[in-house]
């Protein structure tokens, strides 16, 4: 599960605890994670997670005019196989990508993602692909939201947002 709110949420209720039982911050449950995958998922976890960030690599040259950044599980080292490759990509219309994927003649889901811009919430556009058998999704922002940071996170554990260059040299690290 990608999104640790819901996770924690889920987990709860599934346990039968309060609304108001304190849960774990995202930090725990990230370290928690990577050391599940150190123990059980040594072998697998790194070649996987090396193939989606080479998925993510190729999906990023080819939208080069889209300007991607890549977040998630997939910068962050926790990614599996059952992870998809998350990108953010900047259009003064969001139609433009629509129209770039028409063009290669690609499939594609149209969906919307709820996001925090600012001290705000918005909903953004999100195309969701598939490369090489890899679930990539595409959520666009304006052209102008694209120099802004991202909301900083006390639990966050490395950057939040790489360009093509950055995950380029994580591949070759």
Avoid: C
């Amino acid at each position: 599960m990608q999104d640790f709110a819901y996770a924690k949420q889920k987990a709860a209720r599934q346990a039968g605890l309060a609304d108001s039982h304190p849960l774990p911050d995202n930090r725990e449950i990230e370290a928690a994670l990577r050391e599940y995958q150190g123990l059980y998922q040594s072998g697998d976890q790194p070649g996987e997670l090396r193939l989606l960030r080479e998925v993510a690599v190729k999906v990023m040259r080819e939208f080069a005019q889209f300007h991607p950044m890549l977040v998630g599980a997939v910068l962050n080292g926790t990614a599996n196989q059952f992870s998809e490759v998350t990108l953010q990509v900047f259009a003064d219309d969001p139609k433009s990508v629509a129209l770039f994927l028409v063009n290669r003649r690609r499939r594609f889901e149209l969906a919307e993602r709820r996001v925090r811009l600012g001290d705000d919430w918005a909903l953004v556009p999100q195309y969701l692909i598939d490369v090489e058998g890899v679930p990539v999704s595409l959520s666009v922002y304006a052209k102008g939201d694209e120099h802004l940071a991202p909301r900083s996170r006390p639990d966050a554990n490395g950057p939040q947002r790489a360009r093509l260059a950055e995950v380029e040299a994580l591949l070759g690290s």
